[in-house]
């Protein structure tokens, strides 16, 4: 069974780049029948933000990635805070010591300091230069029984033999150790762990099969691919993720922008759309050499708009479909896909029902006047606007005239009122109110439609001039809904109310 691992800092709140992370692993997970753990990494007391794991618990329940085993829902792997496992650390680092494949290393901070600057001005790559490597065991012994402050470092001298790096995205990798720190710390001196010893430790004890995680990682690989060699332990299959970028081409992170994920929630996303967005960022052209072509007409990968639910995606989800190349997250995309998944759950009472009760207080709150902000009401205003809806939390400015009187003192109404000479207006109200008697509130928009037919025939108007009157009055906005559907909302005792106060406001202005 495969076993994936999400593994935040709780840094922070949980941001676009990091719920993707959760999002290929719960896909990967679920794609192969297996599970996946929620590990918290919170080793570094000095960047822990209280709050921050509610946070990121909160977040993924919204989106509905449901982890299996973690903080909250207990399992064999537990406890899933490396705060709490700090003896296992100890216990990897001291096997390492006995192996020589790391030694301690008692240099003060200022010492390290002086050492990197010393090496830089020479042009040297080395970020250390092992003093304490050529230290005797004897030395070694009376300097920890003195109680003098360590690290312990991996002694890069002693590279164990092991496999070529590959990776699952990336495929192949060339040799990037020149790329790593002189000896990289592995255990800092209060006994924390680096991330590096921390996440192969959990990660073998764990039993984690595959690892997803962020391509900033990918200079690392080698030094954990080194570890697992020199502890004889078998190391997970890799697959590092291309960034994710800003629309402005620079990184995503989260002191920059709004990403994180719970400001889309409360902005009135779906998770759906959000969940739909993310993954197709990168989700491009098959380039696995090994994997058959697919058939003509058969695409090897969605578009990057297509419209998929959860299940969808992971039905689809293959890792060797995803691009090398960092990708921009489009934010006209969140947008269309938003649009679709919200006109998917149009089709369900049910789920009109829910959103109406979702921006009920943001009604109120816009129009606190108004006798009109009732969930039933709402699912009426909603049901019209239906194919205009971007984001839910749009309706109270896509229609106000819904919840409140028309604003005839817009410049959008003026412009409006210009077009049509104030003869036609009136005919086209006054005959309007006549026929409106024929309206019932129970009657269906073609009934509705039938009527304003009539009406608008009777007056032998343009049906251009006489619907821009009738708009003008019922709405004060240019665009909206079918006046059929303005008027089946309103009901016919709001319809006449407002044709007669418009028409009382013109006559007064003549």
């Known amino acids: 069974m495969v076993l994936l691992r999400f593994a935040p800092s709780p840094t922070g709140a949980l941001h676009l780049g990091g719920l993707r992370t959760a999002l290929y692993n719960y896909l990967y997970a679920k794609k192969y029948g297996g599970k996946w753990i929620l590990r918290i990494e919170d080793t570094d007391s000095s960047r822990y933000v209280p709050g921050a794991v509610d946070g990121i618990r909160a977040a993924l329940g919204w989106t509905g990635l449901e982890y299996d085993y973690g903080p909250g829902r207990d399992g064999p792997h537990s406890p899933y805070y490396q705060s709490e496992r700090l003896d296992l650390y100890r216990t990897y680092a001291h096997k390492l010591l006995e192996l020589g494949h790391a030694y301690r290393c008692f240099c003060s901070p200022d010492k390290l300091a002086s050492t990197r600057e010393r090496l830089a001005r020479t042009g040297s790559n080395a970020t250390y230069d092992k003093t304490c490597l050529h230290l005797t065991e004897e030395e070694v012994v009376r300097r920890v029984r003195a109680g003098e402050r360590s690290i312990v470092r991996f002694n890069d001298d002693r590279l164990p033999q092991r496999d070529t790096a590959t990776d699952l995205v990336f495929g192949i990798l060339r040799d990037a150790h020149a790329s790593l720190p002189t000896d990289p710390v592995l255990l800092k001196s209060d006994l924390f762990p680096t991330y590096h010893l921390a996440s192969i430790v959990d990660d073998h004890e764990m039993g984690i099969t595959h690892v997803l995680r962020g391509e900033e990682w990918l200079p690392s690989l080698p ?3 080194d570890l697992y060699a020199s502890l004889s332990l078998k190391p997970p299959q890799f697959a590092h993720l291309p960034i994710l970028l800003n ?3 620079t ?3 989260k002191r920059k922008g709004n990403v994180s994920v719970l400001d889309f929630m409360h902005r009135g996303w779906e998770p759906e759309a959000l969940l739909n967005w993310l993954a197709l960022a990168g989700w491009g052209t098959q380039h696995d050499p090994d994997k058959k072509p697919s058939p003509p007409g058969d695409s090897q990968a969605p578009d990057s708009t297509a419209v998929m639910t959860l299940p969808e995606l ?11 190349r960092r990708n921009i997250l489009d934010p006209a995309k969140l947008g269309y896909l938003n649009k679709h998944h919200l006109m998917r759950s ?3 009472d049910e789920e009109t029902a829910r959103h109406a009760h979702r921006i009920r207080e943001l009604v109120k709150l816009d129009f606190p006047t108004s006798q009109y902000a009732t969930p039933d009401y709402i699912a009426k205003v909603i049901r019209v606007l ?4 971007t984001n839910v939390f749009d309706v109270p400015s896509l229609a106000p005239f819904f919840f409140v009187d028309p604003n005839y003192a817009s410049p959008e109404a003026e412009s409006m009122f210009r077009s049509v000479s104030s003869d036609e207006y009136l005919l086209a109200l006054e005959t309007t109110i006549d026929f409106a008697e024929q309206i019932l509130a129970e009657d269906d928009i073609s009934h509705i439609a039938t009527v304003i037919h009539d009406a608008c025939k009777a007056t032998s108007l343009k049906q251009k001039t006489f619907m821009v009157a009738l708009r003008h009055a019922l709405s004060a906005m240019k665009t909206g809904p079918s006046i059929p559907e303005i008027i089946g909302v309103l009901g016919p005792e709001r319809t ?3 044709l007669k106060n418009a028409t009382s ?3 007064s202005k003549i």
């Open 223 to 225: 030094l954990h691919l």
């Open 247 to 249: 629309p402005d081409g």
């Open 251 to 253: 990184k995503m992170s």
């Open 314 to 324: 992971v039905h689809q989800f293959d890792l060797s479909a995803l691009t090398h």
């Open 346 to 348: 149009w089709k369900n």
């Open 386 to 389: 239906q194919g205009r809806i």
């Open 496 to 498: 006449i109310a407002r």
């Open 505 to 507: 406001t013109v006559t």
